[in-house]
């Protein structure tokens, strides 16, 4: 139910906060920061309150699924304040709401005791409505248990700029945990350990430059994995872009100008931002960055959108996701992840919530699922799309389709996979035909005779289909048939 309620918010955040106090200065800056991060954020502007909580107020704090409380010196003088204060904790009691206590030029202990100068502005309150025994009661009970939550405390945390990124850091750490889209559960089955060994690659709190690949045949997962990676380290981050299909971009009319103004709008956070390189990247040369290409397929696409890695800060990370790993070696990147099939289990439990909505096949199609599971090799593309194709099928349909895979590919399948094949010359495409159809499981010094005696300089030709993940060398199976 918490889950629910807070993916169905119309706010991200609601700060509550005494206006005479911190609206000009510490609410205002926080307010702007959590804004240049697009998180939706309520706040009340009015100046001019009444006695009582408006419905409104009310409304936009159920509506939130993050409460931010300012303390500050005067904010217990305001029974505005600490009636929306117990509104939120209700909240918390009630929906699960995350609520982050900020102190801020107050010490918690004060809060939670009502003494010190805090106190003081609490006593004025409390001797105007003495009479009201019970509402006075509720916020003593409210700021004890607020004060008594996990914050941040500003004079732990000398500049005040400093403590409004740790603030909005936090606040999207924990978005991230509850917000990410419930689809993930099924992009990422299996996966989950893969993002967090890209991460260790990165090595996010490192002070070099870091340029990271992730190599892989079509279909594998290299884009699903990236966004992952992404989506989970980009807050730690200046400036961020994700540069989705950059092969397909570039062949529409006009793709370049309209990935570089991504790229820099992106980065800079400015969506009027001047198409002029030298100058931009000169501002992006103070900044750490993350920017991810996906889908590159030449060097030529990377030089021409970001010309070289020594504009890049030291602490700035750039993930390339590529069928091709000539591509990372001209670009110089030396850390390379290579990902492969997903294991037996996770296959088939990706194959199950697309093919059953649930985690494991419906009773009497364990049979069929294993020999999808056999054809799909570990492939996700291809595990999510029989999934769907099969999903709410009769047997028969299922036996049927499953022996027409055999010899025909299925058409989305097919469309990922020929992007490979379509980047070969002739002499390649001959090679890997041949060895596709004729030399599976034959002795590399074998294949390579009889395709030099075919005049099509199979070292060239053999080295590419590897780089492109097309074919794949077992040494191990090579040693044996020498």
């Known amino acids: 139910m918490a889950s629910s309620y807070r993916n169905n918010k119309k706010y991200d955040v609601f700060v509550s906060f005494r206006g005479e106090d911190t609206r000009d200065n510490f609410t205002s800056h926080l307010y702007s920061a959590l804004c240049r991060q697009n998180i939706q954020t309520f706040i009340d502007h009015q100046l001019n309150r009444g006695d009582e909580i408006s419905e409104s107020l009310v409304n936009a704090i159920e509506a939130s699924a993050i409460s931010v409380i300012v303390f500050s010196e005067g904010y217990a003088s305001s029974r505005w304040c600490l009636d929306e204060l117990v509104k939120i904790l209700e909240c918390k009691k009630e929906y699960a709401q995350i609520v982050i206590p900020v102190f801020y030029q107050v010490d918690p202990s004060d809060v939670r005791n009502q003494t010190g100068s805090f106190g003081d502005s609490f006593s004025k309150l409390e001797e105007r409505l003495k009479e009201n025994t019970e509402k006075l009661q509720s916020w003593r009970n409210a700021l004890e248990e607020a004060a008594s939550l996990c914050g941040f405390h500003s004079p732990n945390i000398r500049r005040e700029s400093e403590l409004i990124n740790e603030v909005v850091n936090h606040i999207l750490k924990r978005m991230d945990e509850v917000f990410r889209p419930g689809d993930n559960n099924n992009q990422l089955v299996g996966l989950e350990s893969t993002v967090e060994k890209i991460e260790s690659l990165l090595g996010v709190e490192s002070k070099e430059i870091w340029a990271l690949g992730i190599w892989a045949i079509g279909g594998i997962g290299k884009t699903t994995i990236a966004r992952a990676t992404f989506d989970k380290i980009s807050r730690y981050f200046e400036g961020s872009c994700f540069l989705e299909n950059v092969r397909g971009e570039l062949q529409r009319p006009g793709g370049l100008a309209c990935l570089r103004q991504k790229l820099l709008s992106n980065l800079l956070k400015d969506k009027n931002v001047i198409l002029d390189i030298g100058l931009n990247f000169r501002r992006l040369s103070r900044m750490k960055v993350l920017i991810v290409f996906d889908d590159v397929t030449c060097f030529s696409q990377l030089e021409s959108l970001i010309g070289s890695l020594e504009w890049l800060t ?156 097309l074919i794949v060398i077992d040494f191990i199976q090579q040693d044996n048939n020498a």
């Open 314 to 469: 030291p602490v700035s990370r750039i993930i390339i996701t590529t069928r091709n790993k000539q591509v990372l070696r001209n670009w110089g990147v030396r850390k390379i992840y290579e990902m492969g099939p997903l294991e037996y289990h996770h296959a088939l439990e990706l194959f199950s919530r697309h093919a059953f909505k649930r985690n494991h096949p419906d009773v009497g199609y364990e049979k069929l699922s294993s020999k999808v599971m056999k054809y799909a090799q570990g492939v996700p593309l291809a595990i999510k799309v029989l999934g769907c194709f099969l999903y709410k099928r009769e047997k028969e349909v299922w036996e049927s389709a499953i022996n027409k895979l055999q010899s025909i590919l299925h058409p989305s399948i097919l469309e990922v996979l020929k992007i490979s094949y379509d980047g070969l010359d002739d002499k390649e495409k001959n090679i890997f035909l041949d060895v596709a159809c004729f030399f599976q499981g034959e002795g590399v010094n074998l294949v390579m005779k009889f395709f030099n005696a075919s005049g099509f300089y199979p070292e060239i030709g053999i080295s590419v289909l590897v780089d492109k993940s």
